[in-house]
C-alpha cells in the first residue's frame, strides 16, 4: 500500500478555506484517494474519495493532479465544529481491504 | 439506518484482568473489522472478519486476544490477559461491499484503560 504524508497540524480562522495537503508517490494505477474525518471520542468518519481530477460533495473538495502522486482535501468556510483530525488513505480498488491509518492532520478551527 | 454499535462504551481494568468489548454492525454489512487506536495515532487493524470467516489476522497478538463473529452479524473482541500497553480505544467498523472501493462506518469505540 501506498504510504501518505501529510502535516501533523494546521490552524484556521472560522470561514476561511483549509486545504490539506497528502502526499502518495507510490500510488498504484488502481489506488484511490479516500478521506476520513474523526473527532474526539467518535469513530472516523468518511468524508470523499476520488481517484483523479477533481471531487466535490456537500462537505470538501478533492483535488487530484493528473500524476496523483498527491491530493488536496479542501474545505470551505470552516467552522468551530470541523475541528478535528482528517487522514488521507490510499485504498486499493480490490475490495475489502483494511483502512491503513497514518497519524493524520489535527485541524484546529478559532474563532 | 442504525449505525455500528459498540459496547461497553469505557472500560477500566487492572494489568492480567480480562475483558471484553460487543460490536454490533451495520445490518446486511458482510466485513467487519476491529482497529485499535492510541492516544496520538491512526486506528491500526487487529482483525478482519468476512461473514464469520477471518480473512486478516495477522496484526493481532493471539497470545492475548481473540476475536469471534458467529452467525456472522455481531462480534467478540477479548483480551486476556491484559497488559499495561493494551490502553486505547477500541473501534469497529463495517462494510458492505465485496468489490470496489467501498466505505467503511465506524463505530464511537470502547476506550479501555488498564491500569
Known amino acids: 500500500l501506498a504510504k501518505t504524508t501529510q502535516p501533523i497540524s494546521m490552524d484556521s480562522y472560522e470561514g476561511q478555506e483549509v486545504n490539506i495537503t497528502c502526499s502518495h508517490n507510490?500510488?498504484?494505477?488502481?489506488?484511490?484517494i479516500t478521506w476520513y474525518q474523526q473527532f474526539p471520542s467518535q469513530g472516523p468518519r468518511f468524508i470523499i474519495q476520488?481517484?483523479?481530477t477533481k471531487v466535490t460533495n456537500e462537505v470538501a473538495s478533492l483535488f487530484i493532479p493528473a500524476d496523483r502522486k498527491s491530493s488536496t482535501l479542501s474545505l470551505p468556510r470552516v467552522s468551530l465544529s470541523d475541528t478535528a483530525v482528517y487522514y488521507c488513505?490510499?485504498?486499493?480498488?480490490?475490495?475489502?481491504?483494511?483502512?491503513?491509518f497514518g497519524k493524520g492532520t489535527r485541524l484546529s478551527v478559532i474563532a | 439506518e442504525a449505525g455500528v454499535a459498540q459496547s461497553p462504551r469505557y472500560k477500566i481494568i487492572e494489568k492480567r484482568q480480562s475483558v471484553a468489548f460487543w460490536c454490533n454492525p451495520i445490518?446486511?454489512?458482510?466485513?467487519l473489522y476491529w482497529y485499535q487506536q492510541i492516544l496520538g495515532q491512526g486506528p491500526k487493524l487487529l482483525i478482519q472478519?468476512?461473514?464469520?470467516?477471518?480473512?486478516?489476522d495477522s496484526q493481532l497478538p493471539k497470545d492475548r486476544f481473540s476475536a469471534e463473529r458467529l452467525k456472522g452479524v455481531d462480534s467478540t473482541l477479548k483480551i486476556q490477559p491484559a497488559k499495561l500497553e493494551d490502553s486505547a480505544v477500541y473501534l469497529c467498523?463495517?462494510?458492505?461491499?465485496?468489490?470496489?472501493?467501498?466505505?467503511?462506518?465506524f463505530g464511537p469505540g470502547t476506550r479501555l484503560t488498564v491500569t
Open positions: 467498523a463495517s462494510s458492505f461491499r465485496t468489490s470496489g472501493t467501498y466505505e467503511q462506518y
Open positions: 507510490n500510488i498504484a494505477t488502481n489506488d484511490y
Open positions: 476520488g481517484y483523479k
Open positions: 488513505l490510499v485504498v486499493p480498488y480490490s475490495g475489502n481491504t483494511p483502512l491503513v
Open positions: 445490518s446486511g454489512h458482510a466485513t
Open positions: 472478519f468476512q461473514n464469520n470467516g477471518v480473512v486478516d
